[in-house]
């Protein structure tokens, strides 16, 4: 069955400054109205990979596919992207309106049918009344809202976010996240949204693309990064993961649980890595919240260790504990601590784990 053609795709895209290869071979499809975020540690080429997208910069080798064509070659203004600059390059001295209406007029669009425009992408960006004002008269978030209405006033195909939110404060930053969100979903645009930031990665965006090394490591929506990341890399990208190492020793083929022997004692597992045999070395990732405490007396449960509360954290909705058994030390987060147990540095503890924690192919 033909599945509908993607708005963006990339192909086997390389890209080399002198004899540093920065992009090895990035492939990904972009569906119409998605928004995509481009996230992985500073240098790992997240810019690069955009402009290669907007026309700034051209690759060693590889394709763009703007809506089934090849738009490789073709210079910036040709492409029918609109990129939004870190620095919003907004002209300082002119007023709000006049910067917004900036394409359309050299588009030579006609006065009444650019005010009109630039009208709708005022009330768009919740900037009524504030059309008169100069650039410098206006807040950062102002600013960034007056880059993003002037980029959407031609309506590109697709639109280009280079870490749009750096220049604000922190509380302002999830104000404008939530509000480029809200516009991108209102006017279904595809958009592409670069990042450093796992967490603003991870709530702003359909599907995350996670680059490092010049590789993507995984595409997936935020669901698919923490709850089934792909490797050891992924799974510590984003919150704090406690990883053991086992070996497979048994499956039950009925029931598809797999007995994995660890340092510390046997567990029972409920993954859903189809490709795991008895004999594996597997990495389990276990991730703090998913953990239970329980007094180290009482009744046995399964998966559970032994272990001495090192260290403990109350903050009221949250608990924290680093538990050690053995040689390895867990972190357990106990929210919504509130009216259930809570243990102090050297309390004998029962470490459970759940059967369904995602595993890792070592
Ligand atoms: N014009 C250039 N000439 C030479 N090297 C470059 C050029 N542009 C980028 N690089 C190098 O390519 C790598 C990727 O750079 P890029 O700007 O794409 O990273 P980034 O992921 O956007 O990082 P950041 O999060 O810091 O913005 C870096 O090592 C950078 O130094
Ligand atoms: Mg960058």
């Known amino acids: 069955m033909q599945t509908t053609t993607p708005m963006l795709e990339l192909v086997d895209i390389y890209k080399s400054f002198g004899d540093v290869e920065v992009l090895k071979g990035i492939s990904a ?20 990979l955009l402009r290669i997208v907007g026309g700034f910069t051209t690759a060693t080798s590889g394709q763009v596919i703007l809506d089934g064509e090849d738009i490789g070659k073709l210079p910036p203004n040709m492409r029918n992207t609109k990129m939004v600059f870190q620095s919003y390059a907004l002209f300082p001295h002119m007023n709000v309106r006049k910067n917004i209406g900036f394409g359309l007029k050299l588009q030579k669009w006609p006065k009444q049918k650019i005010d009109t425009r630039v009208e709708e992408l005022l009330s768009l960006v919740h900037m009524e009344g504030l059309g008169d004002r100069t650039i410098d008269r ?27 939110l750096s220049n604000l404060d922190a509380n302002l930053r999830v104000v404008m996240r939530e509000e480029i969100r809200n516009i991108q979903e209102r006017i279904a645009i ?13 709530s ?19 669901i698919d990064i923490y709850e089934r990341p792909a490797n050891e890399f992924i799974a510590g990208f984003v919150g704090y993961v406690n990883f053991l190492e086992g070996t497979v020793d048994a499956i039950d083929e009925k029931t598809n649980i797999s007995s994995v022997i660890t340092e510390y004692g046997k567990l029972e597992l409920d993954h859903d890595q189809e490709d795991i045999k008895v004999g594996d070395k597997v990495l389990l990732v276990i991730r703090p919240e998913t953990v ?28 924290k504990y680093t538990v050690k058994f053995g040689d390895k030390e867990m972190v357990v987060d106990h929210y919504n601590p509130m009216g259930s147990d809570k243990f102090s540095k050297y309390d004998k503890v029962k470490v459970t784990v759940p059967r369904a924690i995602h595993v890792l192919k070592r």
């Open 29 to 48: 499809k972009i569906d119409k109205g998605e928004l995509l975020t481009f996230v992985g540690p500073s240098g790992c080429g997240k810019t690069t």
């Open 138 to 164: 206006i807040s950062g978030g102002q600013q960034q809202r007056v880059a993003l209405a002037r980029a959407l006033a031609l309506e590109p195909k697709v639109l280009l976010l280079d870490e749009p």
């Open 190 to 202: 595809t958009t592409i949204f670069v990042t450093h930031d796992q967490y603003e990665a991870m």
């Open 204 to 222: 702003i965006s359909d599907r995350l693309l996670v680059l490092h090394e010049g590789v993507i490591q995984q595409i997936g929506s935020p």
């Open 292 to 319: 239970s405490l329980s007094p180290s007396h009482g009744t046995e449960r399964p998966n559970t260790f032994h272990g001495t509360v090192e260290s403990q954290m109350y903050a009221g909705n949250l608990a």
